[in-house]
């Protein structure tokens, strides 16, 4: 498979990306897959599950995707912005508060700074997999990884918060494939699912009548072995391998492989 790059996206907090992107990076590295997980979210959530709180609070811009935002930083060595995890085949652009200043509404009027996430991954040969996790809001950092991806995966909890914005993702990515015109949809991801709760079950059932194909088949369940997982600082995959969240991740991986390969073979826009 050649390198692909996601992004997931929901202007929803909440609703799963940072921890979906945790896993899901331990599910591709156990199918052998050398991935690069990029934080674009001020919140650093992600970076803080890989590397703790402490450290990631403490970084200095420079050393954070902040630095690719950043004029004073023209000069800086990029690849020093990549962090091990301490797992193999997962890396890590970090990221924190001083992304937050960054991360401007009315993206598209921002010039050249529209491309900075593009370019920087661009020069990236080493990765099979580039995973983006973004914030909850549709503002640069979102913008700037869109024009970025390949694909954009769309994680939406089973309720009325989780998918009233879905409208506005989705014209995001329209207005995203102006600057990149091979941004596609790969599926929304049902996310946080209890299959005990009626009111998720009904609101599976509708999401797949809005958009059909477009929700994926895999769902990820609001399992305790995530988050014990996460709280240990390993995706479950490393934690618990023969759980079932962890089967939950390499079936997910397969299905979004799988979409990737029918997409190139048609070539459409979904």
């Known amino acids: 498979m050649a390198a692909i790059t996601l992004c997931l996206i ?24 050398s991935v690069l997980l990029v934080d674009a979210d001020p919140q650093g959530s992600l970076s803080q599950g890989f590397l703790g709180s402490d450290f990631v609070e403490n970084l200095p811009a420079s050393e954070t995707l902040a630095a690719l935002f950043d004029e004073s930083c023209f000069f800086l060595d990029q690849q020093l912005l990549i962090r091990p995890t301490g797992f193999e085949n997962i890396s890590i652009v970090p990221a924190n ?9 009315k993206p598209a009027t921002a010039g050249m700074t529209q491309f900075v996430v593009r370019e920087f991954l661009e020069q990236q040969d080493a990765y099979d997999v580039v995973l983006i996790d973004c914030p909850p809001n549709l503002y640069q950092c979102s913008w700037n990884s869109m024009i970025a991806a390949h694909y954009v995966v769309i994680p939406v909890p089973p309720e009325d918060f989780g998918t009233q914005g879905l409208r506005a993702v989705h014209q995001a990515i329209d207005n995203a494939r102006q600057l990149n015109p091979t941004l596609r949809r790969l599926g929304h991801l049902v996310t946080r699912y209890d299959k005990r709760l009626l009111v998720h079950r009904s609101y ?48 997910l991986v397969e299905e979004l492989v799988a979409r990737i390969s029918q997409k190139n073979k048609r070539r459409t826009f979904a």
Do not use: W
């Open 97 to 105: 508060q001083h992304l937050a200043d960054y991360n401007a509404p």
């Open 204 to 251: 599976e059932e509708r999401l797949r009548e809005l958009y059909r194909e477009m929700v994926l088949d895999t769902i990820v369940p609001e399992a305790s072995a995530f988050k014990v997982a996460l709280a240990c600082r390993q995706p479950v995959e490393f934690y618990s391998a023969k759980s079932a969240a962890a089967a939950t991740m390499r079936t």
């Open 10 to 33: 929901n202007q929803k907090g909440g609703c799963g990306k940072s921890s979906t992107c945790f896993h899901l990076a331990g599910a591709f590295a156990a199918h052998g897959y």
